[in-house]
């Protein structure tokens, strides 16, 4: 049945009546005072000719300085939404005296911003004051209201006119008439800023130029000196467009701010964390202890931690240094430093330190609650219980027993649930804060370098396939020769292995598999480890990353055993044990791009291991393998390699035997901003697994040169970070565009489908 005509009419004119009612309700203009307008929003017009476009850090710097929050606005995210619910709570809900009402007003209204609140008239002048403050002097700000529809409501449209910045011409130095002046002449003879050609001129430049000096003098004895007793003097009519500079000291400098010290006494008073106590002085080699006993103490361990050395020039970086130190200990709740004159004889100049530590509690208890995320895309809950001694001997030995329950699933696409698992295990930890090791190792003084000794025990649960357990003892040293190096050498580590059941479905696996069931057997690992990492910003656009480890098995008991005339297969307490050699190393470079946090960042990964002796297949656990979250992400871990290697139709694609003994892979992935600490990231992954040794069982599975290059598996993909500094949330989907088997599809793109070629990986901090 058909409506008529009229009854449409009125139908439609009803809605539009209620459409005009519910706009005049949800209006967020209509309790505003009379003569204002609401504030939406900022926008930036900078001179649009080449000569006077503006650095994009300025350009950042000035917006964030007049770029006033407006209605329905979230920072975190960079992002105005578009229901202002808070305005029309303000505009159309009175707000009751009390009562669940008054609540929801408290809780919901947002108050309108208005125009005469940013006072834009205001940040035009702070526009020009941050334009003469970078060199442009005769850069002008203005601004406009931008309408739209709504008069009451308006942009504030901010019209900047830079001009030409004014370049610093010449830089004219101190008299070279007192040491104080020499040293500030060759200090800013090096300065990067003060020596580069012709630099724009800029305050906050001159201001940290000035800063990175007084931090040098204050690191040559001139401790009381301070950045704005070093003055600047602009001359711009000398050349015109450009600025003669000239240094000069403040007139009112005090006369002990002009003097060099060298370190007095060094006094170390320590307290109880519960006050009180007889007090205890002991003479040191370079301080003097003073201790409230009861107490427990390494002496040897405080000395360590001081960095100063009495007579010598007082140096700022000593006082951090020493901060530093005894912080890293990790028995102080509170450290404090102070140096003074010494008031006996001020003509010697000399600072006496004054170094004051209170105990910290010395048990620690913990207890965390975590979402795990491993190289091999198993994630999953987690709980770790953690007791700690920070102080067993006195000297920051620290004692640590943790207990960690996990349940983890692997991610990715195509995975069965039987791959869900659950480990727990216990660690035992004893640490010292020093080297336990003959002088002659090199070690960095301005360092605290540890040397722990480790018990641990693991049980892993894999349903439907086994249940192993891992026991490992180990020593390990940790130090550093400089900043940006650390070492560590495990000097003895014994992992013995232990497959406790299997199932029937496994086994068949095994059999068929003869090379991989080697790799699973129960045995010991008696091995030597060393670590070399370097890490290092090298500017402000450069960041790298070198590691490399180099491992041994066996060795030691197999050389020992053959002295002794023992020959065939060795064995270490009734079981056999593992003899091969393993290295790997891996780059990461990252490049910031464009401006802002845009990053380039590459890795390149190579490793390779060989078992030969006492073994014939290199244990399992220490086999590469590639795939995953932190690896090539279009596919899952574990499904593809070694080279084009596949699983023959009808036997089960268990991965248990994608393992190999040679790796190489290489990614690079650019990350951008979106909003807030929502970042996005594109990426391209390569790379693959290979054996050494050829093995029947895995036909194609052995590094060869003629297929190299079609073995290296390829993808790309894109992802999501949310980066809160201490937590990074990562979800990247990746594309696969060439696997290294045979798919039945020809060409360098052999994926089956579009659909099949994707693997979808959540994860925990960036992958590299």
Not at 356 to 385: H, M, Q, R, W
Not at 615 to 624: D, G, K, L, M
Request: glycine residues 8%.
């Amino acid at each position: 049945m058909k409506e008529s005509p009229s009854r449409i009419n009125r139908i439609l004119a009803g809605t539009a009546f209620v459409l005009a009612l519910f706009a005049a309700a949800c209006s967020t203009t209509r309790r505003l005072p009379e003569g204002e307008i609401l504030y939406t929003g900022t926008k930036l017009e900078v001179g649009r000719a080449d000569s006077m476009k503006l650095p994009s850090e300025l350009v950042s710097e000035i917006k964030s300085s007049v770029n006033v929050a407006p209605n329905n606005y979230i920072k975190m995210l960079d992002w105005r939404y578009p229901f202002p619910l808070g305005l029309w709570v303000y505009n159309n809900w009175p707000n009751p005296p009390k009562g669940l009402k008054h609540w929801l007003y408290e809780k919901f209204v947002e108050e309108p911003v208005l125009v005469s609140d940013v006072r834009p008239e205001v940040r035009s002048h702070m526009i020009e004051q941050m334009l003469d403050n970078n060199g442009y002097f005769s850069g002008t700000a203005t601004y406009e209201l931008v309408k739209g529809r709504n008069p009451r409501k308006a942009k504030v449209l901010y019209d900047i006119n830079p001009g030409k910045a004014y370049p610093i011409d010449t830089v004219m130095l101190l008299p070279d008439t007192t040491r104080l002046g020499h040293l500030i002449d060759s200090l800013a003879r090096k300065d990067a800023y003060l020596t580069m050609k012709s630099p724009r001129f800029s305050t906050d430049s001159l201001s940290a130029a000035r800063t990175r000096i007084t931090n040098k003098l204050r690191n040559r004895g001139y401790y009381f000196f301070r950045p704005d007793f070093i003055e600047y003097l602009a001359d711009s009519v000398q050349t015109p467009g450009k600025i003669a500079l000239k240094i000069m000291l403040a007139s009112n400098i005090p006369d002990f701010a002009l003097a060099p010290y060298t370190t007095g006494k060094v006094t170390i008073h320590v307290d109880r964390n519960q006050g009180g106590g007889t007090p205890d002085t002991v003479a040191l080699k370079r301080a003097t202890l003073i201790q409230m006993m009861p107490s427990r103490l390494r002496h040897p361990s405080i000395e360590e931690c001081i960095s100063f050395r009495p007579s010598r020039t007082f140096s700022v970086r000593n006082m951090n240094s020493t901060q530093s130190n005894l912080s890293r200990l990790g028995i102080f709740n509170s450290i404090d430093i102070n140096a003074m004159p010494d008031t006996a004889d001020m003509a010697a100049h000399k600072l006496n330190v004054d170094i004051y530590c209170t105990f910290d509690t010395p048990l620690e208890t913990s207890l965390e609650v975590n979402a795990s995320s491993k190289s091999n895309s198993y994630i999953g809950p987690g709980l770790t219980f953690g007791v700690t001694n920070k102080n067993l001997f006195g000297g920051g030995e620290q004692l640590s027993v943790k207990l960690t329950g996990s349940y983890e699933w692997q991610t990715g696409s195509g995975r069965r649930s039987v791959f869900n698992s659950y480990e727990a295990g216990i660690t035992g930890t004893l640490a010292f804060p020093r080297l336990l090791a003959p002088k002659f190792i090199p070690r960095s003084r301005f360092q605290l370098n540890w040397t722990r000794f480790q018990l641990n025990a693991d049980l892993l649960n894999r349903p439907h396939y086994f249940k192993m357990a891992q026991f490992n003892a180990s020593i390990n040293y940790d130090w550093r020769v400089r900043r940006h190096v650390q070492n560590t050498l495990t000097l003895f580590k014994l992992t013995y292995t232990n497959l406790m059941h299997t199932t029937a479905e496994f086994d068949s696996i095994m059999t068929a598999n003869p090379a991989v069931a080697q790799s699973f057997k129960s045995q010991f690992i008696p091995q030597m480890i060393y670590t070399y990492v370097y890490d290092r910003q090298l500017n402000r656009n450069n960041t790298l990353n070198w590691q490399f480890t180099v491992q041994e098995a066996g060795n030691l008991f197999w050389a020992i055993y053959r002295a002794c005339g023992k020959k065939g297969e060795k064995e270490l307490f009734g079981a056999p044990f593992s003899q091969f050699v393993k290295a790997s190393t891996q780059l990461v470079w990252g490049r910031r791009i464009f401006s802002g946090d845009n990053w380039l960042v590459s890795r390149v990964a190579v490793g390779a291991a060989h078992a030969y002796g006492n073994s014939t297949q290199v244990p399992y656990s220490e086999q590469f393998y590639v795939g995953g979250a932190n690896s090539i992400r279009a596919f899952t871990v574990r499904s593809i390699g070694p080279g084009s290697y596949r699983a023959p139709e009808g036997m089960p694609d268990d991965n248990f035997d994608r393992t190999g003994t040679f790796k190489l892979e290489a990614n690079v992935e650019y990350r951008f901003p979106i909003a807030g600490p929502l970042h996005g990231a594109l990426f391209v992954d390569a790379g693959n697994v290979w054996l050494l040794k050829s093995d029947p069982m895995r036909p194609g599975g052995t590094l060869r040169a003629k297929t190299f290059l079609n073995d290296i598996a390829v993808g790309t993909g894109c992802g999501l970070r949310f980066d809160i500094s201490m937590l990074v949330i990562r979800a990247d989907l990746g594309v696969g565009i060439h696997a290294p088997y045979d798919t039945g599809k020809h060409g360098y793109y052999n994926m089956k489908s579009f659909g099949k070629s994707l693997a979808f990986h959540l994860a925990i901090g960036y992958p590299f």
